[in-house]
């Protein structure tokens, strides 16, 4: 191999990839995708999403860092395995996708006012309060996510559903005082604060 070809070769492997490779869950699959675009024909929501699954993989092999890290693409994926299911090499995109969404949110870079960014936001702060979900704050909280406006219209629409729930012993008023905890919520924060200090630790060199 000439000092030329091996240049570009360097250059490429410590592009975006191996970024992605060092700090996105299951990562160091996206070289093995062949472009057959099985997975966009498979998703659900194929057609809304900005860039399919194959063409995210594309541009990160092409270095198009921003472009990814920016995307909405990767807030679109409902989890439902088909992509997986269907892949003929057995890529774990959905976990890909959920990676890159969580490493854009780690480095500040995910899209602004994303419907389900905020979602996963509003589940995460529910569930690490006290290390169980409190569904009634969780479902006030994704209610008026928008602002009090539209989480009244959005009460009053639900509030047939919400009655029916209550009747059924599905839904608990006390639950809004606190709820079920796990019995370690300080052993719960340690172990969140660590995992937030190793994260830090290894995505520094690529901030900015």
């Known amino acids: 191999m000439s000092d030329m070809n091996q240049a570009m070769v360097e250059k490429y492997r410590s592009s975006f990839l191996k970024e992605v490779e060092a700090n996105v869950e299951e990562g160091h699959w996206v070289k093995m995708c062949m472009q057959c675009g099985v997975c966009s024909g498979s998703c659900p929501l194929g057609p809304h999403w900005e860039h399919p699954p194959q063409e995210i993989f594309m541009m990160i092999r092409a270095g198009k860092r921003e472009d990814v890290l920016s995307s909405s693409s990767m807030w679109m994926c409902t989890s439902c395995y088909n992509c997986i299911a269907r892949c003929p090499r057995g890529l774990p995109i959905t976990h890909i996708m959920h990676g890159l969404a969580t490493y854009a949110k780690r480095l500040g870079l995910q899209p602004k006012n994303q419907p389900t960014a905020k979602f996963s936001q509003l589940f995460w702060n529910n569930l690490t309060k006290t290390g169980r979900v409190n569904e009634l704050k969780l479902g006030l909280a994704l209610y008026f996510m928008n602002g009090i406006g539209p989480g009244i219209k959005t009460a009053l629409k ?34 969140l604060k660590k995992a937030f200090e190793i994260e830090e630790a290894q995505i520094k060199d690529y901030k900015g």
């Open 158 to 191: 639900m509030q047939d559903v919400g009655l029916g729930m209550l009747k059924t012993g599905r839904l608990n008023p006390l639950e809004i005082l606190g709820g079920h905890s796990i019995k370690d919520k300080s052993g719960l924060q340690k172990m």
